[in-house]
């Protein structure tokens, strides 16, 4: 079987571990019976080890039951920067591996559901765990929203970016935190409610900017040249800027003039969000979304 999930960006600003928008960058992974464990990759992580510790792998076995399989990832996402690409490789895994809850699958192997969430069910999402299981819910989001992502070419690990940030909060931070929250998700439903401060953030962005100092300039940058808002995707180093979509062109444009004046090796990407999600290939080879079997 042969199936497809979207990249993500998570946390939006304020909404920390809740909040996942799927955008449309892909990784397909297709995984057939095999006398034994063969694993091919193409594109970005093609240079990760190709053997049973390759994510697709471990997860394809585990759903499985056995390691008799030829797995093949295909992938747009860049590993470790903040596009949620485990989750989507994880999902993408699952269903080509025949799970019936690639959610579930993704969700566990990133530890917390949103970016799963938003590769599996596409749009914009808020997710949580109730009563141990992932809870999801599809958020509205304005057609008239495009993005432009600022993506280095540096690496930054999820890991390393969460041992920045502190063990617990002020009450005030938390409260400003909701705040910036209900502005925000009025903005994402209707483009004409989004203001810059909408996705201000006091507990993570700050604090990941001493593994990416030049961060908030670039934020700046993208506000400047006319994106609505601008945060932090995931854990980064990326960097997303939300705007109408006439402006995207200009956005992106500006976006690679920025990195280049800060002297930060990456690019611009003009991205549309993803409204379906996960997918699979039938008879034909169309994708077609995935639906529980």
Known sequence: MRARAPASSANLGPGFDVLALALARYVEVEVTPAPALAVRTEGEGASLPQDAEH???RV????AGHDRLAVTVRSEIPVARGLGSSAALAAAA???AGSPDPLGVAAEV???????AASVLGGLVAATVVDGRPRVV???LDPALAFVCLVPDRPLS???????????????????NLGRLALLLAGLADHRQLVPEAAEDRLH??????LFPEAPRLLGELVAAGAKAACWSGAGPTLLGICEAPRQEEVRRAGDRA??????????WALAADQVGLCVADEQGRWQPWQPS
Request: charge should be positive; hydrophobic fraction near 55%.
């Open 138 to 140: 599809r958020l509205p």
């Open 55 to 57: 994510l697709a792998a």
């Open 259 to 268: 990195l280049a004046a800060a002297g930060v090796a990456g690019q611009a």
């Open 158 to 176: 999820t890991a390393e970016a969460r041992r920045v940030l502190p063990a617990s909060v002020a009450r005030q931070d938390a409260t400003f």
């Open 60 to 63: 394809a076995i585990a759903v």
């Open 94 to 96: 699952a269903a080509a």
């Open 110 to 116: 990133d530890g917390h559901p949103e970016n799963a």
């Open 205 to 210: 962005q700050a604090q990941r900017s001493q």
